[in-house]
C-alpha cells in the first residue's frame, strides 16, 4: 500500500516552454501533496503544500506564478513549470499524506532538464 | 529552521554499526526518517512521535529525545543494501510540513 506516481520520469524541454508534471496517489486518498525540488547532492526543499480543493501554500521564494499547483482531486496533484528556464533544471518529487496518518509518501521523481 | 545531521558521510564495511543524528533548534512533533539511493526518490524508514520511539524494521531503528529536540538512526548489522542517503525531517507541531536535513551519506563496502 501506499504508492504514489509521477508522471513522466524524465522531460527535456526547450527554454521558454512549459512543463506539467502529475501526481497520484494510488491506493489512498491524499488529504495533502507536497511538491519538492532537489539539485544534485543537495536536500530536499519544500516548494509549496497543496491541499485538495484549496489553493496551495508555497514557500517563501516561490513563484507562485511560475510553478503553478493544482490539486483537482484526491488522489491528484499537478505542478506546471511555466516558461522554464535551463536553472529550472531539477529532480522535482511530490509526496502525499493521507489524512488519518502523519506518513509521507514520496513519488518516484521527475528530472526536468531545460536547454 | 533546517535541521542538522551528523555525520556528513560515512563509510563502513558490511556488518558494522552505524548511528546517524539529527537535531533542531525548534520543538518537534515528530520526526521522520527516509533513505534516497542515487537518482531515486526518498523510501519512508519510520517516523518518530512526540511521546514515543518506534522500530520500523528489524536491523533499523531509532530514538526521539523530546527534550533535547533530537533524533538518532540505529543501523545494526548492516548489509550492502542499507548503503544511500539519510534524510531526516523534522515537523513542528501545527506545521502540518516536513523540513529536511541536509542527508548522510552512508557507504556499505564489502
Known amino acids: 500500500g501506499a504508492v504514489v506516481s509521477q508522471h513522466p520520469s524524465r522531460v527535456i524541454c526547450k527554454s521558454g516552454t512549459s512543463v506539467k508534471i502529475e501526481c497520484r496517489s494510488l491506493d489512498f486518498q491524499a488529504t495533502t501533496m507536497f511538491w519538492y525540488r532537489q539539485f544534485p547532492k543537495q536536500s530536499l526543499m519544500l516548494m509549496a503544500t497543496?491541499?485538495?480543493?484549496?489553493?496551495?501554500?508555497?514557500e517563501q521564494g516561490v513563484e507562485k506564478d511560475k510553478f503553478l499547483i493544482n490539486h483537482a482531486s484526491l488522489t491528484l496533484s499537478t505542478l506546471t513549470v511555466t516558461s522554464a528556464h535551463p536553472e529550472d533544471s531539477s529532480f522535482y518529487i511530490c509526496?502525499?499524506?493521507?489524512?488519518?496518518?502523519?506518513?509521507?509518501?514520496f513519488g518516484p521523481g521527475t528530472r526536468l532538464t531545460v536547454l | 529552521q533546517q535541521p542538522v545531521q551528523s555525520p556528513q558521510a560515512v563509510i563502513l564495511r558490511e556488518g558494522e554499526d552505524a548511528v546517524i543524528n539529527c537535531s533542531s533548534s525548534?520543538?518537534?512533533?515528530?520526526v521522520h526518517w527516509y533513505r534516497q539511493k542515487h537518482g531515486e526518490a526518498p523510501v519512508f524508514l519510520m517516523i518518530l512521535l512526540k511521546g514515543g520511539e518506534q522500530k520500523g524494521h528489524e536491523k533499523i531503528s531509532a530514538s526521539f529525545n523530546e527534550k533535547k529536540q533530537q533524533s538518532s538512526l540505529y543501523l545494526t548489522a548492516s548489509q550492502l543494501s542499507y548503503s544511500g542517503t539519510y534524510f531526516c525531517?523534522?515537523?513542528?507541531?501545527?506545521?502540518?510540513?516536513?523540513?529536511f536535513g541536509q542527508g548522510t551519506r552512508l557507504t556499505i563496502n564489502p
Open positions: 525531517g523534522t515537523e513542528i507541531q501545527g506545521a502540518q510540513k516536513l523540513v
Open positions: 497543496s491541499n485538495e480543493g484549496s489553493k496551495a501554500t508555497y
Open positions: 525548534k520543538a518537534l512533533y515528530s
Open positions: 509526496s502525499a499524506r493521507a489524512g488519518s496518518t502523519d506518513t509521507q509518501y
